[in-house]
């Protein structure tokens, strides 16, 4: 199994997420640097969080234009999974690969706090209702979806996350940012490209918070 873990400027969970994707099974996860133009033979490409280039455009904007994302683009399209963590999730939608938007959080202010998410979806890398307890750490985390893109979220069960209360509860009060229907994290139609804000990498290790995610990485990498 081969893991592409994509680094650029301003990333910073690359190793974080090396360390929950190891604590999970994987014993061959590769750094990637950004200038590369050539993945090779991947079986996951993963997109970790930071903040790429400073964020000094939009948010995952100057990465999405990167030199190794028209391979990660045309190997996506070949069916090889794909996710994106955070600043991960930003340059997933500006690369077109997800729908949507993420814009500045309602309060304006960056939030960094624990959150529960509750995974909603049918397939699959976690049982619908299932829940976790993980970190965000995000100044523009907002989701935005227009009407007709979230009935297409809808129909093709392609939100994954919501965000929820302890009870599991998705209301306006558990939603940390203003996110458009609680969502926290969605799919691709197909269900191999998966992009969120929250950090499951950091609820993974016996020295975070909890381990809550750690069920979540051995059915991403099972899926492989």
Known sequence: MNISLITFPGTNREHDMAMALKQAGATNVNMVWHKETDLGKTDLIVLPGGFSHGDYLRCGAMAANSPIMKDVIAQS??????????????????????????????????????????????????????????????????????????????????????????????????????????????????????????????????HQINTSARPFFTSLLNSL
Not at 92 to 116: D, M, Q, R, T, Y
Not at 123 to 140: F, N, R, S
């Open 77 to 206: 399209k070949k069916g090889v999974r794909v996710f994106g963590v955070c600043n991960g999730f930003q340059i997933l939608i500006e690369a077109g690969l997800l729908p949507g938007a993420l814009l500045h959080n309602n309060s304006l202010k960056f939030i960094c706090k624990n959150v529960h998410l509750k995974y909603v979806a049918q397939g699959g890398y976690m049982k619908p209702d299932e829940m976790i307890h993980v970190p965000i750490a995000h100044g523009e985390g907002n989701y935005f979806a227009n009407d007709a893109i979230l009935k297409q979220l809808e129909d093709n069960d392609s939100i994954a996350f919501k965000y929820c209360n302890d009870n599991g509860i998705c209301d306006d009060a558990a939603n940390p940012n203003g996110s458009v229907a609680n969502i926290a994290g969605i799919y691709n139609k197909d269900k191999t490209i998966l992009g969120m804000m929250p950090h499951p990498e950091n609820a993974t290790q016996d």
